[in-house]
């Protein structure tokens, strides 16, 4: 490993000393971020492979529920059906803080259930698709919120372990690689100047 470009003094000793504690530390410090990041992604990877197992159940039981409904009363029916359905879902935003990290999330709120048509309009095949279909549409906002959590998550994984790499393989080798080559030279000029010292004073010895 290359060393920095500075030159030998005891200054730039202390200076790259201290450089090379802090940069330990924070190495230490980005590695426990690290994990903690890691160990959240997969916490978070584990809820959205749940969620993606409720949402399958969700889709085999709503689709095939519509497609009863659309058999036994006709395709007309069900879209003047439709047609006469009129909800207002609100969508909020949540703050999230998971890792130290702050995220927003969305969450829905779904209205109460009403009856719009009248009881001899009505259908106990359309009431079964439209509960089926509020689930899936809670679930499916579930996942958006969590898969951007994951997302970020992720992306943050990657960057601290660059940052972490970068400190291990290049900063912190170059430092200890700097410190070596410095204290080699100034013992080196401190033999020196002890064998000069030593030779002034044989030489006014032998005044």
Known sequence: MAKLNIAPTK???LAIKEQLAISTEG???????????????????????LLENQIDKCVQKAYPALKKMLVSVGGDRVE??????????????????????????IDVNLPQRRLFSSFMGSFADSDEVMA??????????????????????????????RRVN????????????T?????????????????VMKSLKKRQGEK
């Open 11 to 13: 200054s730039n000793l």
């Open 179 to 195: 410190v070596k080559y410095i204290e080699g030279v100034l013992e080196e000029r401190e033999r020196d100047n002890v064998f």
């Open 80 to 105: 003047r059906i439709a047609h006469g359905i009129d909800y207002n879902f609100e969508i909020t935003k949540k703050p999230a803080v998971i890792a130290g990290m702050s995220f927003t999330t």
């Open 27 to 49: 190495y230490d410090l980005l590695e426990q971020k690290r994990e903690i990041l890691v160990m959240e992604l997969m916490r978070i990877v584990e809820q959205v492979k």
């Open 166 to 177: 970068a400190l291990d393989k290049t900063v912190i080798p170059q430092d200890k690689e």
């Open 132 to 161: 089926d279909f509020f689930e899936f549409l809670t679930l499916l906002t579930k996942m958006a919120s969590i898969r951007t959590v994951a997302w970020r998550l992720a992306l943050e994984v990657k960057k601290t372990q």
